[in-house]
């Protein structure tokens, strides 16, 4: 299939995508090494990342009503307008206390401010902010890709739209970020804010308009709450009721749990055990890019060759085998290639699981069913931070430093191996076309 069979709808919605994963492969350099400069306690470090994924746990399920309510694209444009805003405050509060980040390229000593505490607070707000905003985003955005697609196209635009982020967000992102944070603290936030705003305009441009569900219930007697929970309860039903969404959905929740325990405190092992510095830090940021873009590309093809069910129990297998290497490695281009195969595993579970998921689950429901499916799969991420910053603590009083920092690595593949045995048989490619058949 030629990709000029894609529309330019989809053309402008990747752009937009693409523009605000660079931002965010910026950030996501950026806002670690920061934390890494205020403060070296693991658990800390979590509970700043645990704060911007906390909002998948509190409003995914909410989000999904809102985006089968309102026009998607609305919502997406909003978001992000919001995101760019909240980092634009983050960046103008950092410039205020430039002065502090003298030695920002060696995170030991890189702050000599008194602020800390209070630039701590403000990261831990902003990131909650610009979690609850993106949980939002991303659920219409997901949800809006099948209004401009159509269905027989939408692995190859997934698959495509998987390369686009993985490149921007793990590759020219991290290698952006670095170089921006080698030159002050504020300005990789500044980009992050530009790329925001840039997002919004390119989805405003966009013809397609977002599905809303109509309310048909304007004469009943129920109040606006009440429509509201029995929308949202309509959502989790369908979703409770389907034979392979529902463990499919609590199983990736297992393994975004085992995901963010064992990189919780990522930006102090690969400073402490890899050793690695801030520019070393982007070059590795590139495996995860690599993985990424190969997954996106190749993951179609390969799954069109050995099937959606096989896709899936080799992904199944990869992640806890994967884990636990990594817990041995001293050696940072070691570790470069784990993550590779580690993203491109990632990728390839995502296109086969995201298509499955907008060719069966009906247009009028599918933001509320895709908001309870990330509910239990993205809900658990902020508990597997906290797990695995406690872990990294806890044990430092009794074993090293270093292996402290190793340990949440070997918990998640022994955890991970146990949802792989747990899950063998559930996701044959014979029970996924049984399920496209019937929807």
């Not at 985003?137 to 390369?163: I, R």
């Not at 590759?171 to 030159?183: K, N, Y």
């Not at 606006?224 to 979703?239: C, D, M, P, V, Y």
């Not at 940072?332 to 060719?359: G, K």
Request: proline residues 4%; aromatic residues 12%.
């Amino acid at each position: 299939m030629s990709s000029l069979k894609l529309p330019r709808d989809y053309w402008k919605l990747w752009t937009a995508d693409t523009v605000s994963n660079l931002g965010n492969g910026v950030s996501a350099i950026a806002f670690p090494w920061l934390a890494s400069a205020l403060t070296r306690s693991p658990l800390t470090i979590a509970i700043v990342g645990l704060m911007s994924q906390l909002p998948w746990l509190l409003f995914t399920l909410p989000a999904g009503v809102i985006t089968d309510r309102f026009d998607r694209k609305r919502i997406i444009i909003a978001t992000d307008l919001v995101r760019g805003a909240i980092t634009l405050i983050a960046c103008a509060i950092l410039f205020a206390h430039r002065s502090s980040f003298l030695h920002i390229k060696d995170p030991t000593h890189g702050y000599t401010g008194s602020s800390g505490p209070f630039l701590i607070g403000m990261m831990i707000v902003a990131t909650f902010i610009l979690g609850s905003a993106e949980v939002l985003g991303n659920n219409s955005a997901q949800t809006f890709l099948p209004d401009v697609v159509e269905e027989k196209f939408l692995q190859k635009a997934n698959g495509q739209m998987a390369s686009a982020e993985s490149i921007a967000n793990q590759f020219a992102g991290p290698a952006l970020g670095s170089l921006l944070l080698g030159i002050s603290i504020y300005i990789p936030f500044l980009f992050d804010a530009g790329s925001f705003f840039a997002s919004a305009a390119l989805i405003a441009l966009i013809t397609s308009q977002g599905v809303k569900i109509v309310n048909d219930r304007k004469g009943s007697s129920e109040s606006a709450s009440q429509l509201f929970t029995n929308e949202l309860k309509e959502g989790f039903r369908w979703l409770m009721s389907h034979r392979i969404l529902r463990p499919m959905a609590f199983t990736l929740g297992s393994l975004n749990f085992i995901s963010s325990m064992a990189l919780a405190s990522y930006i102090l092992f690969a400073q402490e055990v890899l050793h690695v510095s801030i520019f070393v830090m982007a070059v590795l940021g590139t495996a995860g890019a690599f993985g990424g873009l190969v997954g996106g590309i190749a993951g179609p093809i390969l799954i069109a060759r050995i099937g959606e069910g096989t896709t899936l129990t080799i992904a199944l297998i990869s992640f806890p085998t994967l884990f636990l290497l990594g817990s041995t490695v001293t050696r940072w281009y070691i570790f470069y290639i784990l993550v590779f195969l580690e993203m491109f595993t990632a990728v390839i579970w995502n296109i086969v699981t995201v298509s499955f998921r907008q060719t069966i689950i009906p247009s009028e429901l599918l933001g509320r069913v895709n908001s309870g499916y990330r509910f239990f799969g993205w809900g658990s991420m902020p508990l597997g931070s906290l797990s695995g910053g406690l872990i990294t603590t806890v044990s430092a009083h009794y074993i090293s430093r270093e292996y402290s920092l190793r340990l949440p690595f070997v918990v998640a593949g022994v955890i991970g191996l146990g949802v792989f045995l747990a899950t063998r048989g559930r996701f044959t490619s014979e029970r996924l076309e049984s399920a496209k058949s019937s929807a």
